[in-house]
């Protein structure tokens, strides 16, 4: 079964606490992209990678950090550095033009 | 100003009505323009994909883009209570994707 998993769907953290969300696909698609979503403001790009062992900021990522070790693979860390944390993280891949979505992630700091 | 402007609404229509959707964007560089359909704490879903000015029909829906104006619109005939959801706009180029706000619709039964 083709796809992007993101997990887990929903995950709470304290202030101050760096966290990892996951991202894996097995669409063997070569680019993976990393999106913020928050209420009336759309999708802010925050990384993207086009192939493994590169990958580029976006618009948005003071906060963030990623590697991508794996093709299947791009796992996303939010530091303690990101001031507004809590927010809906989508993760990616790219086919030609055309972007495909995992479920998402809903991050809450407290 | 934003690289891509959409309406947020939210917009609700009786059953059966016509949904009309628009995006403006300032970067004449964009070359690829999509419609995705959102529905609520879920990712988005690709609905429709163009590359030129015109019209493209895929059964109810229609994409319309106008490069000489920056204009992109959708619309959706005979629209269905499972139309509900949000509607983004995006444009790419060089493989980065700008989205549009969204624009969240409700169809009522």
């Known amino acids: 079964d083709g796809g992007i998993t993101q997990s887990p769907k929903y995950l709470f953290r304290k202030e101050g606490q760096n966290v990892t969300l996951s991202c894996e696909q097995n669409l063997n698609h070569d680019a993976m992209y990393w999106y913020r979503q928050d209420p009336g403001q759309g999708l802010r790009l925050i990384y993207y990678?086009?192939?493994?062992?590169?990958?580029q900021k976006g618009d948005i990522a003071e906060g963030y950090s990623v590697s991508r070790e794996k093709k299947e693979s791009f796992p996303l860390t939010v530091t303690s550095a990101q001031k507004n944390p809590t927010a809906f993280y989508l993760c990616?891949?790219?086919?030609?033009?055309?972007?495909?979505f995992g479920p998402g992630t809903r991050l809450t700091v407290t | 100003q934003k690289e891509v402007e959409q309406d947020p609404g939210p917009l609700s229509v009786p059953e059966g009505a016509i949904v009309s959707l628009n995006c403006t964007y300032s970067?004449?560089?964009?070359?690829?323009f999509m419609w995705y359909r959102q529905y609520s704490r879920k990712g988005p879903e690709l609905l429709m994909y163009?590359?030129?000015?015109g019209n493209k029909e895929d059964g109810r829906f229609t994409a319309q883009v106008d490069k000489s104006s920056k204009y992109i619109s959708l619309f959706i005939r005979d629209s269905q209570p499972s139309d509900s959801a949000t509607y983004l706009c995006a444009m790419s180029v060089d493989y980065k994707l700008s989205f549009g706000a969204g624009t969240t619709v409700t169809v009522r039964a």
């Open positions: 970067n004449s560089a964009f070359q690829y």
């Open positions: 163009t590359y030129s000015s």
């Open positions: 990678s086009q192939i493994v062992n590169d990958f």
């Open positions: 990616a891949t790219l086919l030609g033009n055309e972007q495909y």
